[in-house]
């Protein structure tokens, strides 16, 4: 027994109202038990909090039946650290294991939850994956033949696009992080220093500042605008006139920030000056329109009308426990915003081929309208020569 | 045309060889093509390096044909950064598309690739997933309904655990990297501090000594040891007889290190100081045997006669693009063991329950032995209180 128990994390209050959001769901859609196997969904209702899942060795189950508690399959080595959760029903075996890779443990619990002919919810649409080998999910396809399998229903995706308000909490302090560390950046970008050398400098900033961890840092720098928006950094040095961009994903206590500020190296010229202004006018525009009732797509809509439709594929999305998570800012998507998403307002603008901006700011929605979850940029910063 | 080339990653002559090595293997199989999509499969034939990954929506694929080069299916979010790789077959489209997320693409090019009734080669052993939305998998599976879809036949896995000298050195440059910052410890650990406030600081030391990224780190503090490897840190202070483990894999150029240290604050008590000295000698042991001809299983029975099995699981495994690869170092593992191969060894000693050491080391397997990756470890240092 450790004496010294985590100050973070929620309380078994949090993830029994999860659980009981999805049993009223999986009633309705007529699903005995979800099958979870990936970070966010295991510990959507567990709390299981670790940067372990970078090891890709090992299979991490998570059954969530119609009635009762879940069931923590899982290896050995997670074992203490679940036990430190509200999860009672741990079972575990000594991962690796060529022959049988937690597969008999993981049939027997679904089979207690699920009833021969009844559905085992499996997420399948957009943004997820099952994480365990196909040759795996086969056998136990095999194993439970008298079992059904089949999608969930959107139900991970709808329960979990609408945030608590302790998951807001964290992802507003997590920008509050990101902003400590925006605010620092004269301290490390100047003409001369690398690109490389910036995102390792500013990577320490976001921890100095309080960040548990930076899974996320992209940026570039040009005259006149970058390239693309998720390239690793080059030892090329700062240039006088290039747009410094940073984009950071960094995380507290489980959830993330998405957002990014431009720098100018200097005075920005007139082109980029005014690309920036409309970036900004696109983001208040989507701030507009992000209301209970609207649809993402009207979001997206709000920014077009301004920016235009963008490089990158949409103009933002959710946010939460993953750096990017639905619904995503597009023409196409009709999800009706609730209160309690959190969304990431994200316009770009092409001002040559090869030469874009981006802007990206955090809201969430409130019965009323949007409220920030960051400090909104009001102008394009120039750092000294 | 970006004019600042970066100097990093490699050139197409070592993408060729691995090309050529994976086609020669898919003749002897019969697999027509493979399809990767996952980021380490993605990178090991593009060097598409990009931390952009954390996002999970947008579904990544490369198919690498038994004859030609491979031809990325991917996002156009990404086109702009894979245009820089050695790759010149690239189909992209603006994902998220929620009618069609690169699947007619994506099918396309499987079509050209293999011939009605041949075998398409999809990564599906253990330590593998697949990573696209399962309803878009049985989509291609129905859209390609004349081709057949099988496993890999290992190829990725057999390919990937021998590493060439390119991927050696940046593994060791980036176990130098951790060395110098575990050199640093004593600036920031001492009793008083909290064990969060110790995970920030290393990290930002490992970023000090150039490291691009921390996707990893663990570790633990307690009194005759410590509970588990894999938790985040509680912001418990760190007290005088503690044992304090750090256990990090950082990242140089797309590689890890993965290798730990173990600190007492203030002199350490008997217990601890014999058992951190057999997991040194069990580390010996491992290395000796470590062995072209010998196999896994055998360095883990040369550590395990000296500390046991481990309650993780196994005594090491590869590391390479990820923090964790085949093989492992089980009883079960036969891998024959070649020269190229890098390994962690990682041996554990449970001192009373709840209460464990862990130590770990990065080698690599030449013609006529083991070579040292980290420098090892030659006794338990001491840090002041």
Same mark, same amino acid.
């Given at each position: 027994?450790?004496?010294?128990?985590?100050?973070?994390?929620?309380?078994?209050?949090?993830?029994?109202?999860?659980?009981?959001?999805?049993?009223?769901?999986?009633?309705?859609?007529?699903?005995?038990?979800?099958?979870?196997?990936?970070?966010?969904?295991?510990?959507?209702?567990?709390?299981?909090?670790?940067?372990? +899942?970078?090891?890709?060795?090992?299979?991490?189950?998570?059954?969530?039946?119609?009635?009762?508690?879940?069931?923590?399959?899982?290896?050995?080595?997670?074992?203490?650290?679940?036990?430190?959760?509200?999860?009672?029903?741990?079972?575990? +075996?000594?991962?690796?294991?060529?022959?049988?890779?937690?597969?008999?443990?993981?049939?027997?619990?679904?089979?207690?939850?699920?009833?021969?002919?009844? +559905?085992?919810?499996?997420?399948?649409?957009?943004?997820?994956?099952?994480?365990?080998?196909?040759?795996?999910?086969?056998?136990?396809?095999?194993?439970?033949?008298?079992?059904?399998?089949?999608?969930?229903?959107?139900?991970?995706?709808?329960?979990?696009?609408?945030?608590?308000?302790?998951?807001?909490?964290?992802?507003?302090?997590?920008?509050?992080?990101?902003?400590?560390?925006?605010?620092?950046?004269?301290?490390?970008?100047?003409?001369?220093?690398?690109?490389?050398?910036?995102?390792?400098?500013?990577?320490?900033?976001?921890?100095?500042?309080?960040?548990?961890?930076?899974?996320?840092?992209?940026?570039?720098?040009?005259?006149?605008?970058?390239?693309?928006?998720?390239?690793?950094?080059?030892?090329?040095?700062?240039?006088?006139?290039?747009?410094?961009?940073?984009?950071?994903?960094?995380?507290?206590?489980?959830?993330?920030?998405?957002?990014?500020?431009?720098?100018?190296?200097?005075?920005? #010229?007139?082109?980029?000056?005014?690309?920036?202004?409309?970036?900004?006018?696109?983001?208040?525009?989507?701030?507009?329109?992000?209301?209970?009732?609207?649809?993402?797509?009207?979001?997206?809509?709000?920014?077009?009308?301004?920016?235009?439709?963008?490089?990158? #594929?949409?103009?933002?999305?959710?946010?939460?426990?993953?750096?990017?998570?639905?619904?995503?800012?597009?023409?196409?998507?009709?999800?009706?915003?609730?209160?309690?998403?959190?969304?990431?307002?994200?316009?770009?603008?092409?001002?040559?081929?090869?030469?874009?901006?981006?802007?990206?700011?955090?809201?969430?929605?409130?019965?009323?309208?949007?409220?920030?979850?960051?400090?909104?940029?009001?102008?394009?910063?120039?750092?000294?020569?």
């Amino acid at each position: 027994m450790d004496m010294r128990a985590p100050s973070r994390g929620f309380g078994p209050s949090e993830y029994r109202a999860r659980l009981a959001r999805a049993q009223a769901r999986m009633a309705m859609s007529g699903i005995s038990a979800l099958l979870l196997t990936t970070e966010p969904e295991v510990r959507y209702f567990t709390g299981f909090l670790t940067r372990f +899942w970078e090891s890709p060795t090992r299979p991490w189950f998570l059954v969530v039946p119609a009635e009762g508690d879940p069931v923590a399959v899982i290896p050995s080595i997670g074992a203490h650290l679940m036990a430190q959760s509200w999860i009672r029903d741990i079972r575990s +075996w000594s991962s690796p294991d060529y022959e049988d890779d937690g597969i008999t443990l993981l049939a027997e619990a679904l089979a207690e939850a699920v009833p021969p002919g009844e +559905w085992i919810g499996v997420p399948s649409g957009g943004e997820t994956h099952l994480r365990m080998p196909l040759a795996d999910w086969e056998a136990l396809k095999h194993r439970l033949h008298d079992r059904l399998f089949g999608p969930d229903g959107g139900i991970m995706r709808t329960l979990r696009m609408v945030k608590s308000e302790g998951e807001i909490d964290r992802i507003r302090a997590a920008c509050d992080v990101g902003t400590r560390a925006f605010a620092r950046l004269p301290e490390i970008a100047r003409p001369g220093v690398p690109l490389a050398q910036v995102f390792r400098r500013f990577q320490m900033l976001a921890l100095d500042e309080g960040a548990d961890w930076v899974p996320y840092l992209a940026g570039a720098a040009g005259a006149g605008g970058y390239g693309d928006v998720i390239s690793p950094a080059t030892d090329a040095p700062l240039q006088a006139g290039d747009v410094l961009m940073l984009d950071t994903g960094l995380m507290l206590d489980g959830y993330f920030c998405d957002f990014d500020r431009n720098f100018s190296l200097g005075p920005a #010229g007139p082109a980029v000056h005014d690309a920036h202004t409309r970036l900004l006018e696109a983001v208040q525009a989507g701030f507009a329109a992000a209301k209970p009732g609207a649809r993402a797509a009207d979001v997206f809509h709000a920014m077009a009308a301004i920016c235009g439709g963008s490089e990158v #594929g949409r103009l933002g999305h959710g946010l939460g426990m993953q750096l990017t998570e639905p619904p995503s800012l597009i023409a196409a998507d009709d999800t009706l915003l609730e209160p309690g998403m959190v969304l990431t307002l994200e316009p770009g603008i092409a001002l040559a081929p090869g030469r874009m901006l981006v802007h990206e700011e955090d809201i969430v929605i409130r019965e009323t309208g949007a409220d920030w979850l960051t400090k909104p940029a009001t102008h394009l910063p120039e750092l000294p020569l």
